[in-house]
């Protein structure tokens, strides 16, 4: 055998790189592919986020009050006893009463969203130097009421009505003859219970609001800044489920002609820049009421702002009235 003979080893075939990771190629698919997985991603966490944001807001929206903490009576300015009843429909209710006289008639106070009955303070104080009877309490979901959510109006009238029937039955009150005043969503609030409620004779109600066609409206988009986006559409169903009551039949303006021949007063601010109460809206109710009313277009004030701007006028006015169709204490 020759060196001719002899086959020499071949040598390994050369492989391309240009398809490994580590090429200039490669490297630019793999970027491309993490892109559009990252993309993605950020895209369903957006769409997710659209899609829950009417189901955050309307547990936002009916959630009572985070922080509740107990009044001090020895604050209120007047003297009041620890009260606590039942809403027609059974939730447990606490309040104040301020006793001027068993002689007296009573006058029910109810308080703006998610507020408390401290906030009326100021309205039982007048009052109850003029000689009524006052009953401040917390409405469900709020203070010390039980409840984990308020209701818009739907159900509160319920506690309104609780509370009537919790004065007709207290011995130390020889006379059965009440009233209310509300503000903000309790001045609808108000009127929503005095049509359904006889007992209460006469009803004031400040910055009033007529129906909640205007939070339902709201419900259909979801801002962005200067922009709005348009929402998925469950949002009325779910707070509707939340509250237990169709929120759309909460209107005042439906029914504050049934409480004729029982008086109503409507105080409102031209200026009130909320937009759920408007003044349309306090003009919508008047026209709507039936003798005997009254109404007081205060020129500014802002929402609820009446008896802090005219405070004199307020007590003279909301005090006439109630001597008027509830009698002098």
């Not at 929206?61 to 922080?67: I, K, P, T, Y």
């Not at 130390?172 to 005043?181: E, H, T």
């Not at 922009?227 to 779910?238: K, N, S």
């Not at 707070?239 to 004729?260: E, K, M, N, S, Y």
Request: aromatic share 8%.
């Amino acid at each position: 055998m020759t060196a001719d003979d002899v086959t020499s080893p071949s040598a390994p075939p050369t492989r391309s790189v240009s398809h490994r990771w580590w090429a200039p190629g490669g490297v630019a698919r793999g970027l491309r592919r993490r892109w559009r997985w990252v993309a993605g991603a950020l895209l369903a966490v957006v769409i997710l986020v659209w899609a829950l944001a009417p189901a955050l807001r309307a547990v936002s929206l009916v959630a009572g009050s985070q922080h509740r903490t107990s009044p001090d009576a020895a604050t209120a300015g007047l003297p009041v006893q620890d009260v606590a009843f039942t809403a027609t429909d059974g939730v447990r209710l606490a309040g104040w009463l301020a006793l001027a006289s068993p002689q007296a008639p009573t006058i029910i106070l109810l308080h703006g969203f998610k507020g408390s009955r401290v906030d009326m303070l100021p309205w039982a104080r007048f009052l109850f130097a003029a000689g009524y009877n006052v009953l401040l309490f917390d409405d469900r979901g709020c203070g010390q009421s039980a409840d984990w959510q308020i209701t818009l109006g739907a159900r509160e009238p319920d506690d309104v009505i609780g509370a009537v029937r919790y004065l007709q039955l207290r011995a130390d009150l020889k006379v059965n003859r009440f009233g209310a005043l509300g503000i903000s969503l309790g001045a609808g609030v108000a009127l929503l219970a005095a049509a359904r409620e006889p007992g209460l004779l006469a009803t004031v109600a400040d910055s009033p609001w007529a129906t909640e066609d205007d939070q339902l409206a709201r419900m259909a988009t979801l801002p962005l800044g200067h922009f709005a986006l348009p929402a998925l559409p469950y949002e009325p169903a779910l707070v509707d489920t939340l509250i237990g009551a169709r929120l759309a039949d909460a209107r005042p303006v439906a029914v504050i002609g049934q409480i004729a021949p029982r008086a109503v007063f409507l105080i409102h601010a031209a200026d009130d820049a909320n937009a759920t109460t408007t003044t349309a809206d306090e003009r919508a109710l008047y026209a709507a009421a039936r003798q005997p009313k009254a109404e007081w277009i205060v020129p500014h004030g802002g929402h609820v702002g009446a008896l802090h701007t005219y405070p004199a006028e307020y007590q003279r006015r909301v005090l006439a009235f109630f001597a008027q169709y509830l009698g002098q204490p």
